[in-house]
């Protein structure tokens, strides 16, 4: 585990060698480096229809496309609240499908960050309300951010998980307090942070030089009875609808958050948007957020000017405008850092497994017999699942910095605590497993479940009569032409060592599963640059 570590910690740092982009058309590598970034993954169609309209034409014209809903879906298929699995399957299905790649992308980033979980039992079988939530995500998440923000505070989903749905006023007498659970994760973890920030990100500090807090707990306190009185509406979907509020069960007394007062009887609706636009309008939210977009998306070590320039943006979209989270997604994709064809030593992230697996099935059209998706969970193959964070705090900490041979890691490497003994283990079957399955569509006869993916790339596979030629193709659409050369190399060599035709199948199509297993299964594809 340590060997694999190093061998990713060695990448991200940027200590690479020369990478094998001679040759091929820059407008190419940066179209698919944009698509790593904004899109569940690159594929030829894509890739040039980016270099058709340019980077900033792709967005624009994706941020015009409808929504896809994740929850329109299961209610098509007559799904009840217990398919958890029809819900699964429609992410797989929208993830790599949709033609709002954009849209979906950030939906996805969005919710690492604004946190629900199926692995809470209460939402466990509630796969209705879970798909619900995931698409305000979906419909909010290039809209504004005080629309996202009031929408993931009445969802029923987010009030089952941290305990606003029911959440009463206390009682004295019988020793009761509000909930402190929302209040405390939507300033730690949805808005504003634990700490005063710079317009740059960088920690406000003291005259010790130590950071200073953004609340404390009066403010968690007071908060959490501003989030009183609130349950499911009075209808037959109310498990998709806002909650409401319910007369008598909200705390009408005064209370005070960081330093803003709350007047007394003002009502739960309205002591909710008052406590709403006070984060709206912290001047810790603009920089908060667009860090933990900027790593979901494109690098985890951000620089402080590029954390700057895209909070800057949050504050006013050009046109007066804060908290327009389209304007501030384009800003991030569209920066000088984002968009350096030469990257300096940092700058990148590790893919996600998740999306290596929807990067694969996009690459390969992946398509099943009967239309189906059968990976229900995928957490037990390769360590993750959509809406199925272990907790509140997402799959990984923004700040993490893995231990390796060399001590503590230079950069932080958030992704990085997806893996372990097992997870690693797991990860590298999985990819050999689902490669294999190339080679099964092409013999024409998959021995495999009617309801499972299989790729279909006839014509990339023609391109292995070339090993060369076929390790470039793949180099451009998984690797953005940054395959190091000494990489390109050993795949070359391999791949000439086996045979092009064998009886029974396609030509190429063993070294195209070959040549996808080897690439997905490397730690230099790990890291997205």
């Known amino acids: 585990m340590n060997r694999i570590i190093g061998l990713v910690l060695w990448l991200a740092l940027g200590i690479t060698a020369s990478a094998q982009t001679r040759g091929i058309d820059p407008a190419r590598v940066d179209a698919v480096r944009l698509l790593q970034q904004a ?72 919710s690492e960050i604004l946190v629900i979980s199926e692995r809470n039992s209460a939402l466990a079988d509630q796969a209705i309300a879970t798909a619900a939530y995931y698409d305000v995500l979906v419909h909010e998440g290039l809209g504004n951010f005080r629309d996202l923000l009031e929408q993931v ?54 005259a010790q030089g130590q950071p200073l807090p953004t609340y404390g707990q009066q403010d968690v306190e007071n908060l959490a009875r501003v989030f009183t009185g609130w349950y499911l509406a009075d209808a037959t979907d109310a498990t998709i609808r806002p909650m409401e509020p319910v007369p008598g069960y909200h705390d009408e007394g005064e209370k005070v958050v960081m330093g803003q007062v709350f007047p007394a009887e003002q009502g739960a609706r309205a002591d909710l948007e008052q406590a709403l636009d006070l984060l709206f309008h912290h001047p810790n939210t603009g ?87 059968l990976l229900d969970y995928p957490e037990y193959f390769i360590g993750q699942g959509p809406l199925r964070a272990p907790s509140v705090f997402s799959f990984f900490d923004p700040d993490y910095r893995p231990v390796g041979p060399e001590g503590v890691a230079d950069f932080t490497l958030p992704e990085m605590q997806l893996l372990s003994e097992s997870t690693a283990v797991n990860q590298l079957n999985a990819w050999s497993y689902f490669t294999q399955f190339a080679l099964w569509s092409f013999a024409g006869e998959p021995f495999i479940e009617d309801d499972f993916p299989l790729l279909h790339l006839p014509e990339t596979a023609l391109l292995a009569v070339m090993p060369e030629a076929l390790v470039q193709h793949l180099n451009l659409l998984m690797m953005a032409g940054q395959m190091p050369d000494d990489m390109y190399k050993q795949l070359v060599q391999t791949l000439n060592a086996l045979p092009y035709a064998m009886e029974g199948l396609p030509p190429g199509s063993l070294r195209l599963v070959d040549a996808l297993w080897l690439m997905l299964s490397s730690p230099q594809y790990a890291v997205q640059r």
């Open 39 to 110: 899109s569940f993954g690159a594929t030829e169609t894509d890739m040039e229809q980016v270099v058709a309209l340019g980077p900033a034409g792709w967005i624009d014209a994706q941020l015009v496309l409808p929504a896809t809903s994740h929850l329109q879906r299961l209610l098509d298929e007559g799904a009840e609240p217990g398919d958890v699995d029809r819900r699964v399957q429609a992410w797989w299905e929208i993830s790599v499908r949709a033609p709002d790649q954009l849209r979906q992308r950030v939906a996805f980033a969005w």
């Open 153 to 206: 505070t009445l969802n029923p989903a987010m009030g089952v998980y941290l305990g606003t749905l029911g959440n009463f006023k206390g009682d004295e007498s019988l020793g009761t307090r509000a909930d402190e659970n929302y209040a405390r994760e939507v300033m730690q973890l949805f808005t504003i942070g634990l700490v005063q920030l710079h317009a740059d990100g960088s920690p406000v500090l003291d």
């Open 287 to 373: 920089p908060f957020l667009a860090r933990l977009l900027i790593q979901r998306l494109v690098t985890s070590n951000p620089s402080p000017a590029y954390i700057q320039r895209v909070a800057a943006v949050f504050a006013d979209n050009g046109q007066g405008v804060r908290g327009d989270l389209a304007a501030m997604v384009k800003a991030i994709l569209l920066d000088a850092e984002a968009r350096d064809p030469n990257p300096p030593p940092g700058f990148g992230k590790l893919r996600e497994p998740l999306i290596q697996l929807t990067h694969l099935w996009r690459l390969g059209r992946a398509a099943s017999a009967n239309g189906d998706w």
